[in-house]
Structure formats: C-alpha cells, structure tokens
C-alpha cells in the first residue's frame, strides 16, 4: 500500500489500520516500508508496523504531522499450505452454511425465522449422512459385499484375497467383510468431527472484547438478528453483526458436530445391520434376528435424539454464551460409536451358509435422502417467500429465495461428489466392463447414482442458453459504453481500440450482477432434474442405459450416451476439482480467481454445519475490535481503518463490535468493496441497506471508493445522513488516464479490482477522513492507563510477540 497520508489539518495523534483483501498481501507491501515488524499476533494473523513506528504510543510528539500506519495481515487465515485444498471436499458443508445466513430480513416473525434456521440445519444434517453414505457404498456394497464377493473381481485384485469368498477364509463370510470394510467410512466421520475439533481451537475460540453492556446499559436488543425496529427511543439499537456472541458461537458448534458425528457412526451402523438383519429373517435365526430388530431400535431412538438436538435450538447471539453441554457432547458420538461396535460384532457372527449376493440396499437410502433434501429445499423457499415481504429491497437476491437456491446447490454438489466417487470406483472394479450394464459387468453401483449422472449433460445443455444471453448481452453493453467512456475523459482523439477495452472491462465487471439470475437458474433445473432421476430410477430399476431398451434407437442412444458422458463427467469433474483447489492454494493468482467466493463462504460463521472449513471471521475480527479499543482507550487518538475488498467487509465487522463511544471515533474507508454488490444482495439480514444506513449512523465518518471495471467491489449505496454527505465517492477512472500524458508517458494498465492505492484520490480521500475525526482526547496518566491496560488484556488469544498497547 501507500504510505500513510500526510498530516490532518487538526486532531493529534492518529492511526490508520490497513487491512488487505482476497489473495492476501505481505506487511512490507502494505506499509510501503521493506523493514517491518509485528507488534502482536502470531504466525497466523498478525498486527505489523514499519521499524521506525514500532514504539510509537511512547512517543506520541513524533506523530502530530502524520498518522501511524499498521497493517493486518491475516491471509494465512485462509491460505497456507497445499493441505488445506483437502478443506475443498467440505465445499458442500460450506454452501449449506451459507443458506443459513442468507435468509431474508424479518421483522416480527421470530417463528418463522427459527423454522428457517432449523430447516437449513436439516438439509445440512442430510449432507453429513449422504456422505458418509457415499463412504460406505464405496467400501462395503462396491468393495466388500460385490468385489470381493465375485471371483471374477477377487482374482484380479491381490490386496482383496483375504476377503475372497472363494478362498474360504475366515475374514470370507459377508458379515465380517462389511464389519471390517466399516473401517472405512467410520474413519471419515472420526476425521471430520477431528477436523471440527481441532479448527475451532486454531481459529474460532477468540473471544471479543467485553465491556459493551457496560458503556451502554441503556441499549435496547432487536428481538430479529436486523437493525430494524419500531421503537422510537434515542438508545442505539444492536445490529446482529454487533451482538456479543454473534462471532462467538461455541456452543452451538459444539452441539451440532456432536450430533452430526452421532448420525455418521449410525449411519455406517445401520447399513452394516442392515445387510446382516435380512440374512437372519430369512434364515430363521431367532436369536440374531432379535438381536437385529434390537440394535435396528436403538438406531430409531438415537436418531431421534439427533435429530431433537438439531431442531431444538439456534445461535445465541444476544449474550457471549461461555456455556458448553458437556454430557451430551460427550454422550452422544460415544453413544452411537458403542452402537457401532455392537453392529460389528453382531455383523461378524458367524454365518457359513451367508452368501453376497446381488447389492446392498443402497437405492432406498440414496433415495429417500434426494427425496428429503428436495422437499427441505422446497419448504425452505416456502419459508423465505413468507420472510421477504413485499416492498423490501428490489436487488436482494432472487427477491429473497438465494438461501433457498443456495440449499439445493449445496444438496447438488453433495450428489456430485458422492457420486462421482462411486462411479469411479465402480468403473475401477469393474475393469472392462460398464458398471450396471449387464454382460461383462460384475459391479453395479446404484441404479440412482447412474441415473444422478445421466442428467448432468442434460444440465449442461440447460445452461448454454443463459450463457450465451449473458455473452450477447455482454458484447451489446460493451459496445453501447464506448460513447460513455469517451465522454467520462473528456478525450478530444479517441482510440477506437483503448475505448474498446476500457468498455468491454466494464461491461465483463458488470457480469457479477447476473450472479443472481445463474443460480436460480441453476437450482431450479437441478431441483427437477433431480426429481426426474428419482422417478426414473424407482420407475425403471434399471440404469438408464437398460431402461430404454425397446424404446425407438434413438431415445435408446441418448439415453445410453448420456448414461457414458455422465457417468465420466461426474468422476472427472470430481478429480478436477480437487486438483484446481489445490492449484488454487499454492497459485497466487488461481487463489485470486475464486477467491473471494471461498473466502465468503469461510466468513460466516458455522451456524448450520458443524464440519464446514472453519470461519476465519471468528479469528479476524475479535482481532481488529480488541486492536481498535485498545489505541482509542490508551491513547485517546483517532483512528481510521481502512479494508480492500473482504478487508473491507472485516473491517465493518469489527466496527459493528465496537462500544458506540468508540465507534464514534473511527473512520471508516473502503474500497473495492462488495459490501452491498455482493453481501448485501445475498445477506440482506445482516448487511442490507437499513443495516449499512445504521453503521454509518454510528460512525463518524466513511468513505467507498469503486470503479466500474471492478468486477467485486462497488457502490454501497448508503445515502447522505443528516450533515454527513453520502458514502460513495464519484466512480474512479480507470485507467487513471485515457492515452498519453507527461505525467503518464505510457499506457496506464485497467487495474479492476487491484491497487485502489496507485490512485491519488486514496490518498486524499484518506487524508479528508482523518481531519474530520474529533481531536485527541487526553491521554490518561500513567496508573489509569496501567489499570485499563489490565481490563482489556484479552484472555485466551493465543498471540505472541509484544503487545502495541
């Protein structure tokens, strides 16, 4: 970044905190100085100030011509290592969160609003059972109970001659083969809930700055996580994005990762007595088949627990609920993990006369789960038709059903990924032969997850056409600017050619507002599409490519091609993904690309899945509030922070958390901002338009900067208030110049989304905001400053180094 503005006119001491954006940035950049050190944090996320400011609160003479500059840098919060790609295969828990909190604004409907959090926690509890359900179609139906059933499969494959039941071997009997295949899919749950255990500590457990009620005891709390209320009172009214335990959500986490490990091991449970509970009704074993209906039971009455302790209750956001219910996050996942252990030595009992014959039952379960997930989606959407009432914002999202379309994406991706994994390995041991085919094929995975597949051409094809509406509508907008970008710099010899591209970047900026339009079209079409696999499948019992068989050649052809095009679509696009995800984490500019998508979706907090990727947010912004707090209490100066991009959507919500005398003493700049574009189009309960009008009420000043070639940032469109003008400034040129200048004697470059900073309005809009800060209040004496030094020092924050304070 650029170094810090020159002196305001008046005030005395001031900071400028500097907080960067998608793609991440190193401190040296950011201060404009190669000599930099951190003066508190760790190697995670860490406050950084030039060599020569690092003592600056000692010697506050130094800084009444200038302001100090510091740096937050907290990439490594997202980024890091090529491991975390492995948070990726969450990508489906991470979608699911985000419908959470993309529900429309409500006021007076707390009912509704609950009902909606609790059907999001539904769907996203039907997500961990369809992926643990995928773990074990792959090992124990696919692997255990077909391949190593078959001598055709065995022979081939060394590594499964143990299991053989040719060989005749003690591990050959099928209960025992699905008992110790169970390890499988009983390791993926015992990951994800180690996974949850263990992110939660590294990046959620940062407690915020208490002190809030304190200095305003007389502050109302809106009954609805909005800003909006009818009460006429002078007290400020809390936000959501500004409640205590908003960034905070311990227990709620807790709970629901207890209850999602619990319906894991029972689902693994429940396939493995299953398959073993239908030998023993038909073999007239009486005492197995008691001992079945048994275990089935207490499947039904742990379920159900589950399922109470996902209904049952939401976030706690009014309060920082230090509680943890330590009986039930404890009992639960031991619960169900000794129901597990009972399942497998009930499926090892000796069988000889057991044979592996045909396929699990793994229809009905994929089944019933597409049928759930589709009529939560629906009554989802239902809820949110009945949330967004008539008269709200005109550009939320999809008029207030993104949650909803959100939901089914997050449902698709699940389906993908779980049944791309079974197509491949079913083609794997399959060999030559196609998976569900017939002749020369051995292994023949469910008759759903073909059909699942077989539709994603036909989705393909859907999509086209809005794709090429938007590129039409795109080349039309580009070429209907060019006059428009003449006129804005006023060029007396315009160049066909750099007026083409300085329209075409923006008209291609402007493709983020169709957003909306693609994922609804999106989620509608995979909402039918998957209803018609469903239908197909039951109907038929048969995979596409044998359902038609007779039908005329034609329909015949297409249905046996889109059988082969899907199925190797499905199991590429899987291997793709995971391999772009990786390339994304180790490649600055492939992070860039899809960066700001992963890093909205890990901002939220984990309020509806317990084992997406961790919420970097949690970590941020205790950060930024406790770093705030502490330079206003210990040295009465102002202060102004500035974010690009996410930072800028950190910093408002560090600002939300500070104490209302506080805030009035900060200055807020943005920039590249997606504040309103983005967050407040998606989640308007938390950052629509009364949201960002009641900021900038608090808030003593603040300033957005844009450009029309940025493809994420934007106008946020907060109105003038009272005698503080509106938020946003003119929309930045961009180029600065249009051809050729003295000053700028080559062609200056379309910098989008990037180096807001190479603009000289940032300097100076930057320096306006620091002189219409207050002045510097005194500073405290020695033993009160001591005092509050102690107050504030937060208490389980993990950092090191040296504290700035």
Partial sequence: MAPASRAPKSGGAALELL???????????????????????????????????????????????????????????????????????????????????????????????????????????????????????????????????????????????????????????????????????????GLLWYLSNRTWSAYEAQRPPTGYDEDTPQEPVADDPTVETAAETAAEVRPALGRPGFWYGRRLVARLRAAHTAAGFLTVAAAITGAAARHDREATNALLDVLARSLQSAYIVLGAVVLWVVCRRGRSEKRLDLRLERALVSWLPAGSLILLALAVLHAGWSRPDWRSVGTLPGDATFGVLTLAQGALVVALGAVAVLLHRPGQDARTALHGLGGPAVAMLACALAGVMSGGVAQRVADWLDGPGTPGMGAGSAIAPPVLLSWQASVIPVLL??????????????????????????????????????????????????????????????????????????????????????????????????????????????????????????????????????????DVGTFWPRAAHPFAPPCYAERAVPDLTWRMSSWTRHTGGRLVISGHSQGSVLAAAAVWQLPPATRRRVALLTYGSPLERLYGRWFPAYFGPGSLRALYGTLHCWSNLHRPTDPIGGPVRVPAVGDKPAVDRAPLLDPVVYGRTPAHPLPEPILGHSDYQADPAFAAERSVLLDRLPPTLPRPRASEADADSEADRPTDQGSSGRSSG
């Fill in 461 to 598: 094809l859907l999509l086209l056409a809005p794709a090429v509406v938007l590129a039409l509508r795109t080349a039309r907008a580009a070429r209907g600017l060019g006059p428009v970008v003449e006129a804005d710099y006023r060029t007396e010899d315009p160049d066909p050619v750099r007026t083409g591209r300085i329209a075409a970047a923006r008209a291609t900026a402007s493709l983020t507002d169709a957003a909306p339009t693609l994922v609804g079209t999106v989620s509608a079409a995979t909402l039918l599409l998957g209803a018609g696999s469903v239908a197909g499948a039951w109907a038929s019992g048969n995979v596409p490519g044998r359902a038609f068989d007779g039908a005329h050649p034609a329909i015949a052809s297409v249905a046996a091609t889109a059988q082969s095009l899907g199925s190797w679509m499905i199991g590429f696009g899987f291997l793709l993904f995971v391999t772009w995800g990786r390339r994304a984490y180790k490649d600055a500019s492939a992070r860039r690309t899809i960066g700001i998508l992963w």
């Fill in 19 to 189: 907080v960067h954006g998608v793609g991440g940035a190193t401190p040296q950049d950011m201060l404009g100085d190669p000599r930099t050190v951190r003066i508190t944090g760790d190697t995670t996320a860490a406050m950084h100030r030039r060599a020569d400011d690092a003592d600056a609160e000692d010697h506050p003479e130094r800084y009444a011509e200038r302001p100090v500059p510091e740096a937050y840098v907290w990439s490594n919060l997202t980024s890091g290592n090529g491991a975390r790609a492995l948070w990726l295969l969450l990508l489906p828990f991470m979608v699911a969160n985000l419908a959470h909190w993309m529900r429309p604004p409500a006021k007076g409907h707390p009912r509704l609003v609950r009902l909606y959090g609790t059907l999001v926690r539904l769907v996203a509890l039907t997500l961990t059972v369809l992926l643990t359900a995928a773990a074990c179609e792959v090992a124990l139906d696919l692997t255990a109970w077909q391949c190593a059933g078959s001598a055709v499969c065995a022979e081939d494959r060394s590594w499964l001659g143990f299991l053989s039941a040719e060989r005749g071997g003690w591990w050959s009997q099928p209960g025992r083969r699905l008992a110790l295949a169970a390890v499988v899919p009983a390791a993926l749950v």
